[in-house]
């Protein structure tokens, strides 16, 4: 950390492809370090870092304003149109060692589009990932981030009217990790209030879970 002050959150986005990690990983960082287009097959095809600059106004640490810094690890999609199960699943294990080796991730985020169903087959692969490359505290440390929620909102759907009607396969996933969920709106949620309230919540996840991290590998 470049000042003692400051406070950094590792975090790696997971899914199936075009559910909008990348975006939502640019959303969280404030930038377009990813690439994200509407696209027939995988859009990602490695793992990338992501980096935030200082963000103020949204910490306090002994008494003072604290600055937040954002590393994001954007991922190919699980399954993928042109990668192996295996291939993929590997490429994350080598990334999440090397980029959080040291420090340690704080939450992976399950990216789910709010404007699909999601049916038990659907969950099940890209679940089944995160308990092989997170162990088995895997709940604590992860999140789920709902994707395409304006057009959820344009369908006339809040927040508690989705949630009420949603499959039984997301309610039962939303309770394994203690709800811990986001609502993301793809068009607004570079706007800088939009990203705040996101990036609020997450700390609050974080802080909740006493700050622990997950992969952290101590140099003995």
Known sequence: MADSNDMTINLVVLGKPQTGK?????????????????CPSSVTSCCSLGRSGR???LMRRNGHESALRVRVLDTPGYP?????????????RAALAQHFGQEGLHLALLVLRADLPLCPDESNDTVQLIQ???????????????THADKAEEAGYSEETYLHSASS???????SV???YIFLDNHNSIIKEERNTVLRKLLNFIQKNNYRVLLKHNKE
């Open 169 to 175: 396969t997301l309610l039962s996933l939303l309770t």
């Open 132 to 146: 092989e490359l997170l162990g088995p505290t895997w709940k604590d440390f992860t999140a789920v981030l709902l």
């Open 80 to 92: 993928h149109s042109a990668l192996g199960k295996e291939q993929v699943r590997d490429m994350l």
């Open 178 to 180: 203690e709800h811990k």
């Open 55 to 57: 963000i103020l106004g």
């Open 22 to 38: 990348s975006a939502a990983g640019n959303s969280l960082l404030g930038s377009s370090d990813f690439e994200s287009h509407l």
